[in-house]
């Protein structure tokens, strides 16, 4: 499934400064042909976050003060880590934890 | 400044539901003040109008004034200075607004984040004016460092700046300036205040002005609200902000009560609001010693001490004692030390955000 993967706020820096990524993700772990959220963060922080990964995530989930968009919509309005990503989604994540 | 292109709906976004406000468009975004479910115009109309009722409720401003905002290059300053330079216009407040940025002289974060002010000073024509830690003081934070290490550099830096901003706010001769500071920053320094048994920051901390009996009264008109608000308007203005941390700053005891104010809120995003209630409801006991309030003997700063702490800590620096001022050492104040312990209320070295414009 191909997904675009924006990290803003800081984020990128976990993942060498690059804030655009262009992703293949494979669905197949959910058994289907649908991702969810919550298994897209597992495999953005195996695949993508290169360091201080307790920066982006807490548990199974973005940690607290992390923004998480879909399509420009708040995840917060689609169910979190159920919501389920289609072809071409754009997921934004942006740390409200920096700077001021 | 394009606003985000209107991307693809999700199907499974909202079932189909509406935004609670206009009934009309799809919702962009859950409030965390409300819980209401609105779109991006209706965000922007609230989340501006919002911070107009706090401007004109508390009567922060009067027409013909000077105004300075403070301008790290963050998201608070940088959304801050937009929104203002905004209500300016629409709700003729008559101001004259600035953008005041302190150059502490930090190689590969400061000078990084001045450039983003410099845009800003051409993305909204507010005049910029930048005053340096080593014009005002003749050192930067980088040369400190060199001297005393990573240990207590945010003590210089925090004690500097708001000086800084104060001589800044002077040269620009403002009649006031205004700060960044947002709602989960106040709740966040009340818990912190709290920790610390700090009484007397612990009462000035929610008040929305302060400082009106120093040089320059200043101002927070982010008071109610909330950073997760700051951020996504952020977004979808794709305003030009800079976010990288300060690479001297590790603050962790600052950095617990954040993580703790975050974990609240995303059970109860209340909380914020709830935290800074407290902290403007707790009374000070008669009995409680408050600092008195006077003028530095060497350079006419507000000090409840012989000298200010910037004076202190420079004496110690250029006396090639950098330690002196850190902590309970000794120095022309230490005689009044004893008894007044946490006396210096206001400026007390040790409670300083890092990264950010100080309380």
Known sequence: MQLTLEFGGGLEL??????????????????????????????????????????????????????????????????????????KDVVVFISTLHGG | MDEAEVVKPKKNAVGGRLCCLCNQRRPALKRPKTLEQICRECFYTVFEEEIHRVIVDNQLFKPGERIAIGASGGKDSTVLAYVMSELNRRHNYGLDLFL???????????????????????????????????????????????????????????????????????????????????????????????????????????SITTGEEGPIPRCKPFKYTYEKEIVMYAYFKRLDYFSTECIYSPNAYRGFAREFIKDLERLRPRAILDI???????????????????????????????????????????????????????????????????????????????????F
């Open chain 2, 276 to 358: 800074i209630k407290s902290g403007e409801d707790f009374r000070i006991s008669t009995s409680t010693k408050m600092p008195e309030q006077g003028t530095c003997e060497r350079c006419g700063y507000i000090s409840s001490q012989k000298w200010c702490k910037a004076c202190v800590l420079l004496d110690g620096l250029n006396r090639g004692l950098p330690k002196l001022g850190i902590g309970r050492s000794r120095g022309p104040n230490s005689d009044r030390q004893r008894d007044m312990k946490q006396s210096n209320g206001t400026r007390d070295i040790q409670s300083k955000q890092c990264g950010t414009l100080d």
């Open chain 1, 14 to 87: 976990l993942c060498e400064s690059v804030k655009i990524h262009n992703v293949n993700v494979d669905p197949a772990e959910d058994g289907g042909d649908k991702l969810t959220m919550k298994s897209l963060l597992a495999w953005v922080r195996t695949n993508l976050i290169k360091e201080r990964p307790e920066m982006f995530m807490k548990g199974d989930s973005v940690r607290p003060g992390v923004l998480v968009l879909v399509n420009d919509c708040d995840w917060e309005l689609s169910g979190q880590l159920d919501t389920t990503l289609e072809e």
């Open chain 2, 100 to 206: 005041l940025s302190v150059d502490e002289g930090i190689t590969g974060y400061r000078d990084d984040s001045l450039e983003t002010v410099k845009r800003n000073e051409i993305q909204y024509g507010l005049p910029l004016k930048v005053v340096s830690y080593k014009d005002l003081y003749g050192w930067t934070m980088d040369e400190i460092v060199k001297i005393i290490g990573l240990k207590n550099n945010c003590t210089f830096c925090g004690v500097f700046r708001r000086q800084a901003l104060d001589r800044g706010a002077a040269l620009l001769k403002v009649d006031k300036l205004v700060t960044g500071h947002n709602a989960d920053d106040i709740a966040e320094t009340v818990l912190l205040n709290i920790l610390r048994g700090d009484i007397a920051r612990l009462s000035r901390c929610t």
